[in-house]
């Protein structure tokens, strides 16, 4: 198919582009970017023209954490489900964190869950592996076979490992191979509580995670990626402390890069409000001073991506009391818009709130995306067509009913968003068009 979009305000944070022209697609890919391509003199014939007048065309979205529920958690969350709502947010490329159930520490399991999203024709899945069998902490998996399988990295999702010298070795093998490992950083004793250590956690009678816990982490890291020279990622950097740690890692050379979560980004431990089982998260919400730091490093780009940290949760475990609850909230959707929220509300700019959920975490990827890596998080002609459409201007209020993941629970129900997305397209096929612009 050929898809004119005409009259959009064309943003590529990679290149700096930032003009009023129209974008031409055909089969699959990006065939040129510039104004006038809707004359009848362009050459151009489509078989589709979408309007993007009064709105953003932006390269699509590249998520580095999402939690798909399937397989072993469908009642949570179905492929079909969450795919859905990644295109619908704009999303196009997300990895799928290894604590599936089984976990995804086997090649089969990787083949399996590529070959189901592959068939749905939604947002591309970019699996990461297990880095540990069951994600024990205790016996490496087959790296080499999980990367053949289609696995961009390695990771143990929440579960820390507590033998260090496993860990070294995870690194050690990792680093000959060129593979990247994705740690969240929390000790294994020190992060057993349900609420960030302070004077709230102590009032309202909740079990603290002391900001030390990310920190001694950190170290730990650090040193090994100072002896092994491994690739790193940071999932989820929760404190000021920490964020320090990680500019000083970056200034000294250290191969780490690493992300922030949305809900970290905008929340802080009052935000629990009386027990809301909607902000039971990890890590967990912290003061105003570690997000004000979390906001101004993602600004300065210490900080890579901006992530959603999407963990769809259903009904009955989330319902519960705070200390009960289960882990986790929805935000594929709402990834695009708590992005533009922040540069709206710190003046950050359309190009920078765009970067830390385009072409930052896609560089992130690099070549671990194959094929995808030279376009991905970007908009160049010949590249593969995968944008977003969105309206800055139209604002949105989430509500269960119209979130498309099944876990319906997020901290932002109810409150006004900016930027609604009006069309999703993936490999140059539309993927997701809101109803407003299918009636026009």
Request: glycine fraction near 10%; aromatic fraction near 4%.
């Amino acid at each position: 198919m050929k898809i004119l979009i005409s009259g959009g305000r064309v943003i590529d944070p990679a290149t700096g582009r930032d003009e009023l022209c129209d974008v031409a697609v055909a089969a699959g890919r990006i065939i040129a970017i510039k104004p006038g391509l809707g004359d009848a003199d362009s050459g151009f014939v489509p078989t589709r023209t979408i309007d993007a007048s009064g709105c953003i065309v932006a390269p699509g979205l590249v998520d580095l954490a999402v939690r798909l529920r399937e397989p072993g958690q469908e009642h949570a969350g179905m492929l079909a489900s969450e795919l859905a709502a990644a295109v619908a947010g704009g999303v196009t490329s997300l990895v799928c964190l290894p604590d599936t159930d089984p976990v995804l520490d086997e090649s089969g399991l990787v083949d399996m869950l590529k070959h189901r999203a592959g068939k749905l024709h939604q947002a591309r899945v970019f699996p990461l592996g297990a880095l540990t069998r069951g994600l024990q902490g205790e016996v490496l998996t087959e790296m080499v076979e999980l990367t053949e399988a289609g696995c961009i990295g390695f990771g143990q999702a929440e579960v820390p490992i507590v033998n260090t010298q496993v860990l070294q070795r995870a690194l050690q093998y990792a680093g000959t191979f060129g593979y990247t490992v994705w740690l969240r950083p929390q000790d294994a004793w020190l992060g057993k509580g349900v609420a960030a250590s302070g004077p709230l956690a102590t009032r309202m009678g909740l079990s603290g995670i002391p900001v030390a816990a990310e920190l001694i982490a950190l170290h730990t890291i650090f040193e090994l990626v100072r002896s092994t020279r491994a690739r790193v990622h940071l999932c989820r950097i929760s404190s000021a402390a920490g964020i320090e740690l990680v500019r000083q890692a970056k200034a000294e050379g250290l191969p780490v890069t690493c992300d922030v979560s949305v809900h970290n980004l905008h929340l802080i431990d009052v935000d629990l409000g009386y027990f809301d089982s909607r902000t039971r998260l990890s890590p967990p919400l912290r003061q105003q001073r570690d997000r004000e730091a979390l906001r101004a490093a993602l600004a300065d780009g210490t900080i890579d991506a901006l992530v959603s940290d999407h963990t769809p949760v259903d009904e009955d475990a989330k319902v519960l009391p705070f200390a009960e609850a289960e882990v986790g909230a929805t935000a594929l959707e709402l990834l695009l818009s708590l992005a533009v929220r922040w540069a709206q509300a710190d003046g950050v700019g359309m190009q920078r709130a765009l970067a830390t959920v385009t072409h930052g975490p896609a560089s992130v990827l690099g070549h671990s995306l194959g094929t995808l890596s030279a376009s991905a998080g970007r908009l160049v002609e010949g590249g593969v067509a995968d944008l977003c459409i969105f309206d800055p201007e139209a604002w949105w209020t989430p509500r269960p009913a119209q979130l498309r993941s099944q876990g319906k629970h997020t901290p932002f129900i109810g409150q006004e968003l900016p930027a609604s997305v009006r069309a999703t397209l993936v490999g140059g096929q539309v993927a997701y068009e809101a109803a407003a612009a299918q009636a026009a």
